[in-house]
Protein backbone atom coordinates (compact mmCIF):
# COMPACT_ATOMS: atom_id res chain seq x y z
CA UNK A 1 0.00 0.00 0.00
CA UNK A 2 0.97 3.34 -0.88
CA UNK A 3 0.60 6.79 0.73
CA UNK A 4 -0.14 9.99 -0.92
CA UNK A 5 0.52 13.58 -0.34
CA UNK A 6 -0.43 17.14 -1.71
CA UNK A 7 2.90 18.27 -3.66
CA UNK A 8 1.88 21.78 -5.14
CA UNK A 9 -0.95 24.20 -4.75
CA UNK A 10 -2.80 26.73 -7.32
CA UNK A 11 -5.26 28.99 -6.86
CA UNK A 12 -6.75 31.82 -9.51
CA UNK A 13 -9.50 34.49 -8.93
CA UNK A 14 -11.41 36.93 -11.50
CA UNK A 15 -9.78 40.23 -11.27
CA UNK A 16 -13.36 41.45 -11.28
CA UNK A 17 -14.20 42.12 -7.29
CA UNK A 18 -17.57 42.87 -6.46
CA UNK A 19 -18.35 44.39 -2.77
CA UNK A 20 -21.08 44.56 -1.02
CA UNK A 21 -22.06 47.86 -1.70
CA UNK A 22 -21.91 47.30 -5.66
CA UNK A 23 -24.66 44.25 -4.52
CA UNK A 24 -26.68 46.66 -3.09
CA UNK A 25 -27.26 49.44 -6.15
CA UNK A 26 -28.78 46.10 -7.95
CA UNK A 27 -30.69 44.27 -5.06
CA UNK A 28 -32.27 45.44 -1.77
CA UNK A 29 -29.27 44.19 0.38
CA UNK A 30 -26.59 46.38 2.24
CA UNK A 31 -22.89 45.66 3.51
CA UNK A 32 -24.50 45.38 7.51
CA UNK A 33 -26.25 42.52 6.85
CA UNK A 34 -24.06 40.41 4.39
CA UNK A 35 -21.17 41.00 7.07
CA UNK A 36 -22.56 40.78 9.98
CA UNK A 37 -24.60 37.25 8.93
CA UNK A 38 -21.70 36.04 6.47
CA UNK A 39 -18.57 38.04 7.24
CA UNK A 40 -18.19 37.90 3.81
CA UNK A 41 -17.00 41.93 2.46
CA UNK A 42 -16.34 41.04 -1.19
CA UNK A 43 -16.35 38.58 -3.88
CA UNK A 44 -15.05 38.08 -7.24
CA UNK A 45 -17.19 37.57 -10.12
CA UNK A 46 -15.99 36.64 -13.78
CA UNK A 47 -17.02 39.83 -16.59
CA UNK A 48 -18.87 39.46 -19.83
CA UNK A 49 -15.46 38.91 -22.13
CA UNK A 50 -12.36 38.46 -19.35
CA UNK A 51 -12.28 34.76 -20.95
CA UNK A 52 -13.25 33.14 -18.42
CA UNK A 53 -14.98 30.07 -17.74
CA UNK A 54 -15.18 27.51 -15.16
CA UNK A 55 -12.61 24.89 -17.15
CA UNK A 56 -10.18 27.69 -17.44
CA UNK A 57 -10.48 29.16 -14.52
CA UNK A 58 -9.48 25.67 -13.06
CA UNK A 59 -6.74 25.13 -16.03
CA UNK A 60 -5.31 28.60 -14.41
CA UNK A 61 -5.07 27.36 -10.91
CA UNK A 62 -3.59 23.55 -12.33
CA UNK A 63 -0.96 25.53 -13.91
CA UNK A 64 0.16 27.23 -10.21
CA UNK A 65 0.10 23.80 -8.76
CA UNK A 66 1.73 22.07 -11.62
CA UNK A 67 4.51 24.52 -11.63
CA UNK A 68 5.01 24.12 -7.86
CA UNK A 69 4.29 20.65 -7.95
CA UNK A 70 7.59 19.88 -10.59
CA UNK A 71 5.36 17.63 -11.83
CA UNK A 72 4.94 17.84 -15.28
CA UNK A 73 1.43 17.29 -17.22
CA UNK A 74 2.85 14.69 -19.00
CA UNK A 75 3.24 12.87 -15.91
CA UNK A 76 -0.17 13.55 -14.80
CA UNK A 77 -2.39 10.16 -14.54
CA UNK A 78 -5.61 11.49 -13.83
CA UNK A 79 -7.79 14.25 -13.64
CA UNK A 80 -10.44 15.07 -11.02
CA UNK A 81 -12.50 18.04 -11.56
CA UNK A 82 -15.17 19.53 -8.32
CA UNK A 83 -17.81 21.61 -9.45
CA UNK A 84 -21.45 22.24 -9.40
CA UNK A 85 -21.05 25.24 -12.20
CA UNK A 86 -19.99 23.52 -14.87
CA UNK A 87 -19.25 24.73 -18.49
CA UNK A 88 -21.60 22.69 -20.33
CA UNK A 89 -24.61 20.50 -19.28
CA UNK A 90 -22.68 17.38 -20.47
CA UNK A 91 -19.61 16.25 -20.79
CA UNK A 92 -17.95 17.87 -17.71
CA UNK A 93 -14.80 20.36 -17.16
CA UNK A 94 -12.33 17.16 -16.33
CA UNK A 95 -11.80 16.70 -20.49
CA UNK A 96 -11.57 20.38 -21.39
CA UNK A 97 -8.90 20.49 -18.75
CA UNK A 98 -7.01 17.52 -20.53
CA UNK A 99 -7.80 19.35 -23.66
CA UNK A 100 -6.66 22.83 -22.42
CA UNK A 101 -3.75 21.47 -20.72
CA UNK A 102 -3.07 19.52 -24.07
CA UNK A 103 -2.41 16.16 -21.45
CA UNK A 104 -1.98 13.15 -23.42
CA UNK A 105 -5.48 10.93 -23.24
CA UNK A 106 -5.27 10.63 -19.17
CA UNK A 107 -8.84 10.00 -17.82
CA UNK A 108 -10.81 12.64 -16.37
CA UNK A 109 -13.50 12.44 -13.60
CA UNK A 110 -16.06 14.87 -12.78
CA UNK A 111 -17.26 14.88 -9.04
CA UNK A 112 -20.62 16.10 -8.38
CA UNK A 113 -20.73 16.82 -4.48
CA UNK A 114 -20.49 20.47 -4.39
CA UNK A 115 -19.35 22.24 -1.32
CA UNK A 116 -17.89 18.95 -0.22
CA UNK A 117 -16.71 18.39 -4.17
CA UNK A 118 -12.77 18.71 -3.19
CA UNK A 119 -12.57 16.81 -0.04
CA UNK A 120 -14.45 14.27 -2.17
CA UNK A 121 -12.02 14.31 -5.16
CA UNK A 122 -9.46 14.35 -3.02
CA UNK A 123 -10.01 11.27 -1.43
CA UNK A 124 -10.43 9.49 -5.06
CA UNK A 125 -7.08 10.98 -5.90
CA UNK A 126 -6.15 9.57 -2.48
CA UNK A 127 -7.45 5.90 -3.07
CA UNK A 128 -6.04 5.64 -6.72
CA UNK A 129 -2.64 6.38 -5.44
CA UNK A 130 -2.71 3.86 -2.31
CA UNK A 131 -3.98 1.43 -4.68
CA UNK A 132 -0.79 1.81 -6.60
CA UNK A 133 -2.64 2.55 -9.67
CA UNK A 134 -1.52 6.04 -10.15
CA UNK A 135 1.49 8.15 -9.06
CA UNK A 136 -0.05 11.84 -9.90
CA UNK A 137 -3.32 12.91 -9.74
CA UNK A 138 -4.59 16.77 -10.63
CA UNK A 139 -7.39 17.90 -8.29
CA UNK A 140 -9.48 20.72 -9.34
CA UNK A 141 -12.09 22.46 -7.83
CA UNK A 142 -14.07 25.69 -9.93
CA UNK A 143 -16.81 28.00 -9.98
CA UNK A 144 -18.41 30.36 -11.65
CA UNK A 145 -21.83 30.93 -9.19
CA UNK A 146 -22.33 34.66 -10.83
CA UNK A 147 -23.28 33.22 -13.92
CA UNK A 148 -26.33 31.54 -13.09
CA UNK A 149 -27.49 33.62 -9.36
CA UNK A 150 -30.53 35.42 -9.86
CA UNK A 151 -28.85 38.78 -9.22
CA UNK A 152 -32.17 40.68 -7.61
CA UNK A 153 -33.97 40.81 -4.46
CA UNK A 154 -36.06 37.84 -4.64
CA UNK A 155 -32.31 36.11 -4.61
CA UNK A 156 -30.00 38.10 -2.37
CA UNK A 157 -30.60 35.62 0.54
CA UNK A 158 -28.40 33.24 -1.93
CA UNK A 159 -26.62 35.73 -4.68
CA UNK A 160 -24.94 37.81 -1.88
CA UNK A 161 -22.81 34.53 -0.44
CA UNK A 162 -21.61 33.02 -3.40
CA UNK A 163 -18.53 34.04 -5.73
CA UNK A 164 -16.13 32.33 -8.39
CA UNK A 165 -13.01 31.30 -8.45
CA UNK A 166 -10.80 27.86 -8.76
CA UNK A 167 -8.17 25.95 -6.78
CA UNK A 168 -6.11 23.15 -7.42
CA UNK A 169 -3.75 20.50 -6.20
CA UNK A 170 -1.14 18.13 -7.63
CA UNK A 171 -1.53 14.53 -5.64
CA UNK A 172 1.59 12.28 -5.74
CA UNK A 173 2.83 9.40 -4.43
CA UNK A 174 4.57 10.20 -1.08
CA UNK A 175 8.44 9.13 -0.43
CA UNK A 176 8.61 10.65 2.64
CA UNK A 177 6.58 11.87 6.11
CA UNK A 178 3.97 14.22 3.77
CA UNK A 179 0.85 12.22 3.89
CA UNK A 180 -3.05 12.72 3.83
CA UNK A 181 -3.63 10.31 6.80
CA UNK A 182 -7.39 9.52 6.28
CA UNK A 183 -10.20 11.05 4.67
CA UNK A 184 -14.10 10.58 5.06
CA UNK A 185 -17.44 11.68 3.82
CA UNK A 186 -20.78 11.13 3.80
CA UNK A 187 -24.06 12.18 2.58
CA UNK A 188 -28.01 12.34 3.16
CA UNK A 189 -29.77 13.03 0.17
CA UNK A 190 -33.46 13.37 1.98
CA UNK A 191 -32.22 16.84 2.26
CA UNK A 192 -31.35 17.12 -1.20
CA UNK A 193 -33.99 20.09 -2.06
CA UNK A 194 -32.90 21.87 0.79
CA UNK A 195 -29.79 23.39 -1.10
CA UNK A 196 -30.40 23.03 -4.45
CA UNK A 197 -30.87 23.87 -8.16
CA UNK A 198 -33.48 21.91 -9.47
CA UNK A 199 -33.78 23.08 -13.07
CA UNK A 200 -31.83 22.62 -15.94
CA UNK A 201 -32.83 19.11 -15.36
CA UNK A 202 -34.10 16.20 -17.47
CA UNK A 203 -37.10 17.05 -15.12
CA UNK A 204 -37.23 20.52 -15.59
CA UNK A 205 -36.11 21.28 -19.35
CA UNK A 206 -35.18 24.12 -21.31
CA UNK A 207 -38.58 24.75 -22.91
CA UNK A 208 -40.41 24.29 -19.59
CA UNK A 209 -38.18 26.67 -17.71
CA UNK A 210 -38.97 29.16 -20.36
CA UNK A 211 -42.78 29.02 -19.80
CA UNK A 212 -41.98 28.41 -15.89
CA UNK A 213 -39.91 31.35 -15.68
CA UNK A 214 -42.64 33.85 -17.10
CA UNK A 215 -45.38 32.99 -14.56
CA UNK A 216 -42.31 32.40 -11.60
CA UNK A 217 -43.65 33.18 -8.09
CA UNK A 218 -41.14 33.08 -4.77
CA UNK A 219 -41.95 29.76 -4.37
CA UNK A 220 -41.87 28.39 -7.29
CA UNK A 221 -38.50 28.85 -9.19
CA UNK A 222 -36.45 26.06 -9.81
CA UNK A 223 -33.85 27.36 -12.16
CA UNK A 224 -31.85 29.65 -9.55
CA UNK A 225 -29.99 27.69 -6.38
CA UNK A 226 -32.68 28.04 -3.34
CA UNK A 227 -31.65 27.38 -0.03
CA UNK A 228 -33.24 27.04 3.26
CA UNK A 229 -30.51 29.08 5.14
CA UNK A 230 -30.80 28.27 8.36
CA UNK A 231 -31.90 24.25 8.24
CA UNK A 232 -28.49 24.28 6.34
CA UNK A 233 -26.62 26.09 8.98
CA UNK A 234 -28.04 24.00 11.82
CA UNK A 235 -27.03 20.83 10.06
CA UNK A 236 -23.20 22.48 8.84
CA UNK A 237 -22.11 23.11 12.44
CA UNK A 238 -23.52 19.69 13.66
CA UNK A 239 -21.83 17.77 10.57
CA UNK A 240 -18.96 20.27 10.51
CA UNK A 241 -17.88 19.25 13.98
CA UNK A 242 -18.46 15.43 13.71
CA UNK A 243 -16.51 14.85 10.94
CA UNK A 244 -13.69 16.94 12.34
CA UNK A 245 -13.58 14.22 14.61
CA UNK A 246 -14.44 11.44 12.56
CA UNK A 247 -10.86 12.28 11.05
CA UNK A 248 -9.47 12.97 14.56
CA UNK A 249 -10.27 9.78 16.05
CA UNK A 250 -9.17 7.47 13.11
CA UNK A 251 -5.67 9.14 13.52
CA UNK A 252 -5.32 9.01 17.85
CA UNK A 253 -5.57 12.85 17.69
CA UNK A 254 -7.76 15.34 19.57
CA UNK A 255 -8.53 18.68 18.54
CA UNK A 256 -5.33 19.94 20.42
CA UNK A 257 -3.30 18.05 17.52
CA UNK A 258 -4.69 20.39 14.92
CA UNK A 259 -2.35 22.97 13.62
CA UNK A 260 -4.54 24.23 10.83
CA UNK A 261 -7.95 23.50 10.08
CA UNK A 262 -9.47 24.97 6.77
CA UNK A 263 -13.04 24.82 6.81
CA UNK A 264 -14.94 25.07 3.96
CA UNK A 265 -15.84 28.91 3.51
CA UNK A 266 -19.77 28.71 3.76
CA UNK A 267 -20.02 31.62 6.38
CA UNK A 268 -17.85 32.78 8.83
CA UNK A 269 -20.17 32.19 12.00
CA UNK A 270 -19.88 28.54 11.10
CA UNK A 271 -15.92 28.54 11.10
CA UNK A 272 -16.16 30.90 14.62
CA UNK A 273 -18.68 28.05 15.81
CA UNK A 274 -16.30 25.04 15.51
CA UNK A 275 -13.44 27.20 16.05
CA UNK A 276 -15.07 27.88 19.31
CA UNK A 277 -16.36 24.33 20.02
CA UNK A 278 -12.89 22.51 19.54
CA UNK A 279 -11.07 25.74 21.16
CA UNK A 280 -8.49 26.60 18.53
CA UNK A 281 -6.87 29.80 18.42
CA UNK A 282 -6.97 31.87 15.76
CA UNK A 283 -3.89 30.90 13.99
CA UNK A 284 -5.88 27.17 13.75
CA UNK A 285 -8.00 28.11 11.67
CA UNK A 286 -7.83 30.17 8.05
CA UNK A 287 -10.45 31.64 6.74
CA UNK A 288 -11.00 34.26 3.64
CA UNK A 289 -14.23 34.29 3.38
CA UNK A 290 -14.07 37.74 3.55
CA UNK A 291 -12.45 38.10 0.32
CA UNK A 292 -13.96 36.03 -1.86
CA UNK A 293 -17.44 34.65 -0.50
CA UNK A 294 -18.33 30.88 -0.38
CA UNK A 295 -16.52 29.56 -3.79
CA UNK A 296 -18.49 25.62 -3.28
CA UNK A 297 -15.35 23.26 -4.71
CA UNK A 298 -13.06 25.81 -4.93
CA UNK A 299 -12.97 27.26 -1.72
CA UNK A 300 -11.11 24.78 0.13
CA UNK A 301 -8.28 24.19 -2.52
CA UNK A 302 -8.14 28.26 -2.65
CA UNK A 303 -8.01 28.83 1.36
CA UNK A 304 -5.26 26.16 1.37
CA UNK A 305 -3.04 27.48 -1.34
CA UNK A 306 -3.35 30.77 0.72
CA UNK A 307 -2.51 29.40 3.82
CA UNK A 308 0.40 27.69 2.41
CA UNK A 309 1.56 30.68 0.34
CA UNK A 310 0.79 32.86 3.60
CA UNK A 311 3.46 30.45 5.47
CA UNK A 312 1.27 29.77 8.24
CA UNK A 313 1.33 25.95 7.31
CA UNK A 314 4.61 24.32 7.48
CA UNK A 315 6.08 20.77 7.28
CA UNK A 316 5.12 18.44 9.82
CA UNK A 317 1.90 20.69 10.14
CA UNK A 318 -1.30 18.70 11.01
CA UNK A 319 -4.00 20.35 8.60
CA UNK A 320 -7.58 19.27 8.50
CA UNK A 321 -10.11 19.80 5.76
CA UNK A 322 -13.32 20.03 6.42
CA UNK A 323 -16.51 20.62 4.55
CA UNK A 324 -20.25 20.33 4.34
CA UNK A 325 -23.00 21.63 1.73
CA UNK A 326 -25.68 20.76 -1.04
CA UNK A 327 -26.27 16.82 -1.12
CA UNK A 328 -26.32 16.74 2.12
CA UNK A 329 -22.76 15.95 1.77
CA UNK A 330 -20.14 16.43 4.08
CA UNK A 331 -16.13 15.06 4.48
CA UNK A 332 -12.87 15.56 5.85
CA UNK A 333 -9.67 14.91 5.40
CA UNK A 334 -6.42 14.74 7.64
CA UNK A 335 -2.99 16.01 6.50
CA UNK A 336 0.22 14.99 7.92
CA UNK A 337 2.40 18.59 5.72
O1 LIG B 1 -21.89 26.26 1.41
C1 LIG B 1 -22.92 25.36 1.67
C2 LIG B 1 -23.41 25.46 3.04
N1 LIG B 1 -24.03 26.72 3.26
C3 LIG B 1 -24.26 27.14 4.47
O2 LIG B 1 -23.86 26.49 5.40
C4 LIG B 1 -25.02 28.43 4.66
C5 LIG B 1 -25.92 28.32 5.84
N2 LIG B 1 -26.82 29.43 6.05
C6 LIG B 1 -26.42 30.72 6.24
O3 LIG B 1 -25.25 31.03 6.12
C7 LIG B 1 -27.45 31.73 6.62
O4 LIG B 1 -28.67 31.09 6.88
C8 LIG B 1 -27.66 32.86 5.57
C9 LIG B 1 -26.45 33.76 5.53
C10 LIG B 1 -27.90 32.26 4.21
C11 LIG B 1 -28.88 33.71 5.94
O5 LIG B 1 -28.72 34.25 7.21
P1 LIG B 1 -29.91 34.13 8.28
O6 LIG B 1 -29.42 34.78 9.49
O7 LIG B 1 -30.27 32.69 8.38
O8 LIG B 1 -31.04 35.01 7.64
P2 LIG B 1 -32.52 34.59 7.18
O9 LIG B 1 -32.46 33.78 5.93
O10 LIG B 1 -33.25 34.02 8.36
O11 LIG B 1 -33.14 36.00 6.85
C12 LIG B 1 -33.33 37.00 7.86
C13 LIG B 1 -33.88 38.24 7.22
C14 LIG B 1 -35.12 37.99 6.37
O12 LIG B 1 -35.97 39.11 6.54
P3 LIG B 1 -37.21 39.03 7.53
O13 LIG B 1 -38.06 37.88 7.05
O14 LIG B 1 -36.63 38.78 8.89
O15 LIG B 1 -37.86 40.37 7.39
C15 LIG B 1 -34.59 38.01 4.95
O16 LIG B 1 -35.56 38.38 4.01
O17 LIG B 1 -32.91 38.83 6.34
C16 LIG B 1 -33.51 39.04 5.04
N3 LIG B 1 -32.48 38.87 4.03
C17 LIG B 1 -31.67 39.88 3.62
N4 LIG B 1 -31.60 41.17 3.98
C18 LIG B 1 -30.64 41.92 3.38
C19 LIG B 1 -32.13 37.74 3.36
N5 LIG B 1 -31.11 37.99 2.54
C20 LIG B 1 -30.81 39.31 2.68
C21 LIG B 1 -29.83 40.14 2.09
N6 LIG B 1 -29.79 41.43 2.48
N7 LIG B 1 -28.94 39.68 1.19
Not at 154 to 183: H, K, N, P, Q
Amino acid sequence: MYSSKISGLGMYVPENVVTNDDLSKIMDTNDEWIQERTGIKERRHIKKGDGNSTAIMGVKAAKVALERSKVDKDQIDLIVFATLSPDYYFPGCGVQVQDLLEMPTVPAIDVRNQCSGFVYALSIADQYIKTGMYKNVLVIGSENHSGGLDMTTRGRSVSVIFGDGAGAAVVTRSEDDSVILSTHMHSEGKHAKELAMIGPSTEHWVPQIIEESATATDDDITYYPYMNGQFVFKNAVTRFAEVIMEGLQTNDMTPEDIDMLIPHQANLRIAQFIQKKFKLNNDQVFNNIQKYGNTTAASIPIALTEAWEEGKIKEGDTVVLAAFGSGFTWASAVIKW
